[in-house]
Nanobody, 124 residues
Framework: QMQLVESGGGLVQAGGSLRLSCAAS????????MGWFRQPPGKEREFVAQISWSGGSTYYADSVKGRFTISRDNAKNAVYLQMNSLKPEDTAVYYCAATRRIRRVTASYEYDYWGQGTQVTVSS
């Protein structure tokens, strides 16, 4: 089992920034690729970003490309999501997730472990 705990969510004005963190425990963190997903109110969960186990490869949804940056620190068992130029449509519960798959994966069912989520609200 791997436990994932997100933090860093909150209320921010449009154009502002937030940095989400996800702390991992219980498994060899560096063996897993990590992803961020989000679920806007009344909508399906959607892929946001993915980072490879080494941190050498990243992939983003078109909706956040150029504004969000995913990173990881394997020494600290942590993954981060830096969110800049936030928009009201970024309002959602944000989840981090872990997958053993080495290829690019954007479907939630391909992730093995999930955190409980952290709320991000962007006001206009």
């Amino acid at each position: 089992q791997m436990q994932l705990v997100e933090s860093g969510g909150g209320l921010v004005q449009a154009g502002g920034s937030l940095r989400l963190s996800c702390a991992a425990s219980g498994r060899t963190f560096s063996s897993y690729a990590m992803g961020w997903f989000r679920q806007p109110p009344g909508k399906e969960r959607e892929f946001v970003a993915q980072i490879s186990w080494s941190g050498g490869s990243t992939y983003y949804a078109d909706s956040v490309k150029g504004r969000f940056t995913i990173s990881r620190d394997n020494a600290k068992n942590a993954v981060y999501l830096q969110m800049n130029s936030l928009k009201p449509e970024d309002t959602a519960v944000y989840y981090c997730a872990a997958t053993r798959r080495i290829r690019r994966v954007t479907a939630s069912y391909e992730y093995d472990y999930w955190g409980q989520g952290t709320q991000v609200t962007v006001s206009s």
